[in-house]
Structure formats: structure tokens, C-alpha cells
């Protein structure tokens, strides 16, 4: 576990290095108040929007567990983190289009369109990786035999000696 932490911090040291530097030396200082505002933004984005997102599928998927069980949290889980960092991607294309861009030839897409099918793509693959999942384990997503998967006893331990 040490290890697995040191690393990280490693990393995410050479990340703030990496990222200073091409602050620095590639961006012009007139820009730096559009970075901070773009930097703030991202924290609001991610504070006010994608971890109270994060906390409710949680609470969500603890209540949901004995329904579509471990594998079906995971794919639900990551369906909607695909879907979210797609549409971060998408709203602010959708914004621009709306406004209207100073160049006719920057924003040609239907981006609000496009949202729309990449969502209903994470959805359908979802459904599929379950289903799939179901099918290869012999058993309904519900259990073994269709109801809800009960609970592990209080103070039970897997281990058996």
C-alpha cells in the first residue's frame, strides 16, 4: 500500500511539474486570468456537480446490490461515468452552438444530437455487458433463483478453518 501511494504522489507531483511548465512557458501571461477562471470552473463543475453525482449512484448502489448484485453496480457505475464525462465534453459545444459562433465553419456539428445517441449508446452497452454478464454466469442478475441475493450475516467471515 506504500508503495501504491508513493507512486501516485510521485505521479501526481510530475503532473503539477509537467503542467506548470507548459503553463509557463507556452501560455501568454495575458491568458493566465482565463486559466484561473477555467480552473475554477472545473472545481465548481466537479464539487457542485460530478461528486454529489458520484455520492448519490453510491447510496444508490448499496440499496441496488441485492437487486442487480456486484457486477451490475460496476457496469452501472461506469455507464455513468462515461455518460458524464461525455456530456462535460458535449455542453460546452451545445452552449457555443446555442450562442452562435463568430466563425460559421467552428462549430458544424448537432451537438446536442450527438449527446443524445452517445448516451443512449453507454445505455444500450450496459444492457448488453449485463445481459452477457448474466448469460455466462448461468444466473439472472437477481440470483440464482430470481430473488434478491440476502445479505452476509453480521460478524460472518469468508475464511473457514
Known amino acids: 500500500m506504500r508503495a501504491a501511494r508513493a ?11 509537467t503542467g506548470s511548465f507548459v503553463l509557463l512557458t507556452d501560455v501568454a501571461p495575458p491568458q493566465y486570468p482565463g486559466v484561473v477562471l477555467w480552473v475554477l ?6 464539487d457542485g456537480v460530478i461528486a454529489p453525482l458520484a455520492v448519490a449512484v453510491g447510496l ?12 451490475g453496480i460496476a ?3 461506469a455507464a455513468l461515468l462515461v455518460g458524464a464525462v461525455l456530456t462535460v465534453i458535449a455542453v460546452p459545444a451545445i452552449v457555443a452552438s446555442a450562442i452562435g459562433p ?6 458544424v456539428g448537432t451537438y446536442a444530437l450527438s449527446l443524445a445517441v452517445a ?4 445505455l444500450v452497452t450496459a444492457g448488453v455487458a449485463l445481459a452477457v454478464g448474466a448469460s455466462t454466469t448461468g444466473r439472472s442478475p437477481r440470483g440464482a433463483r430470481g430473488r434478491a ?13
Open 60 to 71: 444508490g448502489a448499496a440499496r441496488a446490490k441485492g437487486v442487480i448484485g456486484g457486477r
Open 41 to 46: 470552473g472545473a472545481i465548481v463543475v466537479h
Open 149 to 161: 441475493a440476502q445479505p452476509a450475516e453480521p460478524g460472518a467471515d469468508a475464511r473457514t478453518n
Open 75 to 77: 457496469v452501472a457505475q
Open 102 to 107: 463568430r466563425n460559421p465553419t467552428v462549430l
Open 119 to 122: 448516451w443512449a449508446l453507454v
Open 7 to 17: 507512486t501516485l504522489i510521485v505521479l501526481g507531483l510530475a503532473g503539477l511539474a
